[in-house]
């Protein structure tokens, strides 16, 4: 009976266990309910997704893509030819018209020219900043010409003060603007001058001055101490179509010049135009770091033309600008600016009685084409209000 009974629990137990290997397995497949969402997890999901595209409203209506607009190019500009443009600008003078015309020939055309009209002349011419020596010299040989012609009428005396004027500014000079390639090397030019002459900005002119003339131009922004001014003249090239050369702030200006040169080579263009950094002409590191910018350019050929800047408001005093300067890098040639803002036009005369050098160019105006090539016959034309023949212009 025992027996019987053990048997029993035995099957009874075997029962039950296979009865909980068949229902546990169902139980474990039962989903858990979902926990709660919270606002941290709805953002976090919307950052992992990332924002929501869109398609073009285009895309929505027709289903045709629509290709953004072309970029549109700033065309190169042509600049103003420069033949005849000081005589297109002369009413740009009309301020210095008030010394040298007006006044001088106002005096000149009095009845009776005695002592007291002469000393007034010389004042006249003083006060244009003619020069003390060139205004005794121009005089003495027009009261000596009035004296010996016995010339009285007043168009008589505006053709010789003319003739004594274009030749004070001597018109034998050399003012052509040597830009043109040798042998497969560009011509350079040095761009030179002190602060606030608006160098980098007649450099720009001139950039145009040569392109209106058939030259491919290159620019080397060698004024590294303004950040801006290697973006203003990029700006000036850009207009007409020519690279700059630069580096970043504060590098050595020489390394750019030498740069702008080498890269001028490579590309084969006319002429390299070198803008240096304004200076003071006392400032002795400044002018020895302007010799050091020449001496390394030239290791790669000498520089064709040196132009100094000159404010025509600075006087007598951009005299002793241009000393300094030409003592350092050798000007060649004179750039005067701001002409028709002032009343001081003989400093043309005086640049060149003292120094030999000749004004090549001259910047009457504030336009990008209102630099003109010097010519002393029509610059005189101008401030006198005169044709050569001194008939009223």
Avoid at 305 to 331: C, H, K, P, S, Y
Avoid at 358 to 365: A, R, T
Wanted: negative net charge; proline residues 6%; contains cysteine.
């Amino acid at each position: 009976m025992a027996e019987y009974l053990v048997l029993a629990l035995v099957l009874l137990g075997l029962l039950i266990a296979g009865t909980v290997g068949l229902v546990a397995p169902r139980l474990r497949r039962r989903p858990e309910p979902p926990l709660p969402r919270t606002e941290v997890d709805t953002r976090a999901e919307e950052d992992l997704a990332g924002p929501p595209v869109e398609a073009p409203e285009s895309d929505l209506s027709t289903g045709v893509l629509v290709e953004p607009p072309p970029v549109i190019e700033v065309p190169v500009e042509v600049p103003e030819p420069t033949a005849g443009r000081l005589v297109r600008l002369r009413s740009r003078l009309s301020r210095s018209q008030n010394v040298f015309g007006k006044g001088l020939l106002g005096l000149l055309a009095r009845d009776h020219l005695d002592e007291d009209v002469w000393e007034e002349i010389e004042d006249s011419l003083i006060t244009a900043d003619v020069g003390v020596d060139a205004t005794r010299d121009i005089v003495d040989r027009l009261r000596e010409q009035t004296r010996v012609l016995g010339t009285r009428s007043a168009f008589e005396l505006r053709a010789l003060l003319a003739a004594e004027l274009v030749n004070a500014l001597d018109p034998t000079l050399d003012r052509s603007l040597r830009t043109a390639p040798k042998e497969g090397v560009p011509a350079v030019v040095l761009v030179v001058g002190v602060n606030g002459a608006g160098k980098t900005t007649t450099c720009g002119k001139i950039a145009r001055v040569l392109v209106a003339d058939g030259r491919s131009v290159l620019l080397g922004a060698a004024d590294t101490f303004r950040a801006a001014a290697a973006d203003q003249l990029e700006t000036w090239g850009s207009r007409v179509g020519a690279e700059t050369v630069r580096g970043p702030e504060a590098a050595d200006p020489a390394s750019v010049a030498f740069d702008a040169v080498k890269r001028g080579i490579d590309t084969g263009v006319d002429t390299v135009l070198i803008d240096t950094a304004g200076r003071l002409q006392n400032k002795v590191g400044l002018m020895d770091e302007l010799g050091k910018v020449k001496r390394v350019v030239e290791k790669q050929g000498p520089i064709d033309e040196t132009l100094l800047i000159l404010d025509a408001t600075t006087g007598q005093n951009g005299l002793e600008q241009a000393r300094v300067f030409t003592e350092v890098v050798n000007v060649t040639g004179v750039v005067l600016t701001k002409l028709d803002g002032t009343a001081k036009g003989g400093i043309v005369i005086a640049v060149q009685r003292k120094l030999g050098i000749p004004v090549k160019l001259v910047g009457l105006g504030e336009g990008k084409d209102d630099l003109a090539p010097f010519d002393p016959a029509q610059f005189v034309d101008a401030l006198l209000g005169t044709e050569a023949t001194g008939r009223d212009a």
